[in-house]
């Protein structure tokens, strides 16, 4: 026993370590989210950094809308982008195969009172979405509204459109005739609804059931003590009477 002893030790340590190195999470959809501010499923800001969110798009016209913490000083991004909308779906689409993925996003950020920020539909000569880096970053920490939708599928407020035209590279500024008032709803005729992840840059979050590190810090010193306490009985077991 107190040969395994340091192995289980070094194993204990790591673990902890690594947990108090994990500060990055990730968000799945929790059932259907609203589509107004008022019910946007909510992602609590805190000290970790929010890495992506999974979900579904339940029919082409139906949009998942988040509340989130963006950082401040930090640029912000965010993309569907990714190795299955890149490999994956491009195959099931050129094969005709049926697939399960979001084949037409667009991402539209939005700011704690509604007005929107910008989007974008097709990135980079693809058909997913992405809001760059570069395009938005705010100078202080706050409340933010992200929208995913497919593609026909457009933000409005009580003035109209909140979003215009795409500009050389593909974003969607905020100079619709509805830009000035904050977001109402969606109107149009999406393509089709499918499974998504966005991933990020710049936004905080807290996961809960993720120990803090001074949680961590008490689990590894449990560990320890735990061990020296085996290895003292098992060199009580083997000395001589």
Avoid: W
Avoid at 82 to 98: F, H, M, R, V
Avoid at 177 to 191: C, K
């Amino acid at each position: 026993m107190h040969k395994l002893a340091p192995a289980v030790a070094v194993s204990v340590l790591a673990v902890g370590l690594s947990a108090v190195q994990a500060q990055a999470v990730t968000f799945s959809q929790v059932g259907d989210t609203g589509q107004t501010l008022d019910t946007a499923q909510v992602i609590p800001g805190g000290t970790q950094s929010l890495d992506a969110i999974t979900g579904t798009l339940s029919s082409p016209n139906v949009v998942n809308l988040f509340r989130l913490v963006l950082a401040g000083g930090q640029t912000f991004s965010a993309t569907t982008i990714n190795a299955n909308t890149l490999i994956e779906l491009p195959i099931d689409q050129q094969l005709g195969s049926p697939t399960a993925l979001l084949p037409d996003p667009q991402l539209f950020l939005f700011d704690a009172a509604g007005r929107g920020v910008y989007g974008n539909d097709d990135s980079f000569g693809t058909a997913q979405a992405s809001l760059p880096s570069g395009s938005f970053s705010p100078v202080a920490p706050g409340t933010y509204f992200l929208a995913i939708a497919s593609s026909g599928y457009n933000p409005i407020s009580a003035g109209g459109s909140i979003f215009g035209s795409p500009d050389a590279s593909g974003i969607l500024a905020a100079n619709g005739s509805g830009s000035a008032a904050p977001l109402t709803g969606f109107t149009g005729d999406g393509t089709a609804g499918g499974d998504y992840q966005i991933s990020f840059t710049g936004v905080t979050a807290n996961a809960a059931g993720v120990p803090e590190p001074s949680e961590i810090v008490g689990t590894i010193a449990a560990g320890l003590l735990c061990i020296g306490y085996q290895v003292r009985k098992s060199l009580k077991r083997r000395s001589p009477v």
